[in-house]
């Protein structure tokens, strides 16, 4: 599936919407990027599966891993396609069993490769390569489906982890404009809005 | 892969060990399950996935939901596998954003079957079901890959949730054994803690 009919599908599910939307970080958005229905839709998961493999494939490495929730299917799904080791993060230490924050068979030195499906600041990702390294695993890249362009990428690339995206939002705001799916004031309220919070 | 195959598998892969265990329940056990390893094996975890599809086949259903974490990647699979949509379970209410506790996309009304990696208690399967059902989803049956029966089939079914299972922890120990994997006593002693350990 070419980029452009993942956008286009993303919008018809909703999952790309416009209109006034808090964000994570406590701003508020005219655009509001929620890849959380990809997970109820196993071909375009598959596809987006696939546009982030083709985003990493200058990159060498041995695992993938997903930040929770939205992006473990993709990780799942790349995993399954080409047969790449899978590890998981866990969003907090269990009280009982091994005990493990990353779970999953791996060895110190390995290069895992961090899969995530929206970044704004980077926290979330930074966060999962910070827990990886704690475990003694490479981690240096990270492939994105929508890079939201608010700094993500200078902030990750600071503690020397590469973004890798397959979109970036105004990309994303292009393809639809020019599908006239949204109108000219949308798409330019919605660009003025990502190139004035930057966050760093 | 036949379900012997995948029982050695998991077994090589340290997924079922022999010794002496600390259970999600309080429970010491000399036998400790611990599929979290399937998921840095695609071919098993494709495997596993195939094998839950088939012990759910008399079932209709429009969605599959995993118990998080290890169940996770089990119904990506399935839903990748079979077209199936996915819908995900958070373990948390978000604080930000759209709010959902149950992600995805579903109408009231359609039929949700529950993917589980291990089954003691039943605990985790009930917590889901409850929260998909809040969500309008009719909710009556679950698939897990192993049931330690101790007491969850029970359980699970006085909730009117019926529990299909792939293997059952017997199942797998007498496997074993037939495999010349771990000796007579070891076996015994496995089973006679899961006989002697009923919850309901």
Same mark, same amino acid.
């Given at each position: 599936?070419?980029?452009?009919?993942?956008?286009?599908?993303?919008?018809?599910? @909703? +999952?790309? &919407?416009?209109?006034?939307?808090? =964000?994570k970080s /406590?701003?508020?958005?005219?655009?509001?990027v929620?890849l959380? #229905?990809?997970?109820?839709?196993?071909?375009?998961?598959?596809?987006?599966?696939?546009?982030?493999? @083709? +985003?990493? &494939?200058?990159?060498?490495?041995? =695992?993938?891993? /997903?930040v929770?929730?939205?992006a473990?299917?993709?990780?799942? #799904?790349?995993?399954?396609?080409?047969?790449?080791?899978?590890?998981?993060?866990?969003?907090?230490?269990? +009280?009982?069993?091994?005990?493990?924050?990353?779970?999953?068979?791996?060895?110190?030195?390995?290069?895992?490769?961090i899969v995530e499906d929206v970044v704004t600041s980077g926290q979330s990702v930074l966060?999962t390569?910070?827990?990886?390294?704690?475990?003694?695993?490479?981690?240096?890249?990270a492939v994105v489906l929508v890079d939201r362009e608010q700094g993500g990428r200078k902030i990750l690339?600071?503690?020397?982890l590469?973004l890798h995206s397959v979109c970036t939002l105004?990309?994303?705001?292009?393809?639809?404009?020019?599908?006239?799916?949204?109108?000219?004031?949308?798409?330019?309220?919605?660009?003025?809005?990502?190139?004035?919070?930057?966050l760093?």
């Amino acid at each position: 599936m070419h980029i452009d009919a993942i956008v286009l599908h993303l919008f018809e599910l @909703g +999952a790309l &919407r416009f209109g006034d939307f808090l =964000l994570k970080s /406590g701003l508020r958005s005219p655009i509001y990027v929620d890849l959380r #229905a990809t997970i109820s839709n196993p071909r375009l998961l598959v596809a987006v599966a696939e546009s982030l493999h @083709g +985003a990493a &494939r200058n990159i060498s490495y041995d =695992l993938v891993c /997903g930040v929770p929730y939205t992006a473990l299917p993709f990780a799942t #799904a790349i995993s399954i396609a080409h047969n790449i080791p899978m590890i998981l993060k866990r969003r907090e230490k269990k +009280a009982h069993g091994t005990g493990k924050m990353v779970e999953g068979i791996f060895q110190k030195g390995q290069r895992c490769l961090i899969v995530e499906d929206v970044v704004t600041s980077g926290q979330s990702v930074l966060e999962t390569a910070q827990q990886l390294a704690e475990e003694g695993l490479i981690v240096e890249d990270a492939v994105v489906l929508v890079d939201r362009e608010q700094g993500g990428r200078k902030i990750l690339a600071e503690k020397t982890l590469q973004l890798h995206s397959v979109c970036t939002l105004s990309s994303m705001i292009h393809t639809l404009l020019e599908k006239k799916k949204i109108d000219e004031k949308t798409a330019a309220d919605a660009i003025a809005f990502t190139q004035s919070h930057q966050l760093r």
